[in-house]
């Protein structure tokens, strides 16, 4: 069955640097990758997408990579920011469904 | 105007009661979702409507009864839920057919069953 794993729960960084959230998925070979931001008692907030064909995608302090044959997603979010702070969620799209990751609490420190 | 709304945001209701929860967007989209958020999970789907017609079911329970009146409702009926059944339920929203077919959220209903 599709899974989708995102590499850590939590990840702290300080104020500036740049942060690097990880989505790997297995036995699928989705067309494109989405990612999404979800603030704590809010809904999921759509972001970037890249397609399977895009190396690359890039939005002001942001970043997404998509190596299929990895099957891997990197998410950058550079000069991180206090604001940044929030869970980030990969998704991608199987039989009409779209599917998540379980989520990677950023914190950025001051 | 791109926002889907929900309501109510909140919501405590016993076991025996019936409840329901709304969802509306004015965006035009065509595709409609309910997700169900357990604390520190993601989002798992429930229910896809596409075009006002039931698409997808992913084995809910028969307590959660959807329905889509019109392209811009969705409403989620509860009936003798369970506590387990406690979660934000998440209403979205997309344009089907679209290459890039993002979805838009509401803020959810936090649903907590006693």
Known sequence: SQKIEQNSEALNIQEGKTATLTCNYTNYSPAYLQWYRQDPGRGPVFLLLIRENEKEKRKERLKVTFDTTLKQSLFHITASQPADSATYLCALKRLGKLIFGQGTELSVKP | ?114
């Open chain 2, 1 to 114: 105007d791109t926002e889907v709304t929900q309501t109510p945001k909140h919501l405590v209701m016993g076991m025996t009661n019936k409840k329901s929860l709304k969802c509306e967007q004015h965006m035009g989209h065509r595709a409609m979702y309910w997700y169900k958020q357990k604390a520190k999970k993601p989002p798992e789907l429930m229910f896809v409507y596409s075009y006002e017609k039931l698409s997808i079911n992913e084995s809910v329970p028969s307590r959660f009864s959807p329905e889509c009146p019109n392209s811009s409702l969705l409403n989620l009926h509860l009936h003798a839920l369970q506590p387990e059944d406690s979660a934000l339920y998440l209403c979205a929203s997309s344009q089907p057919g679209v290459t890039n077919e993002k979805l838009f959220f509401g803020s959810g209903t936090q649903l907590s069953v006693l």
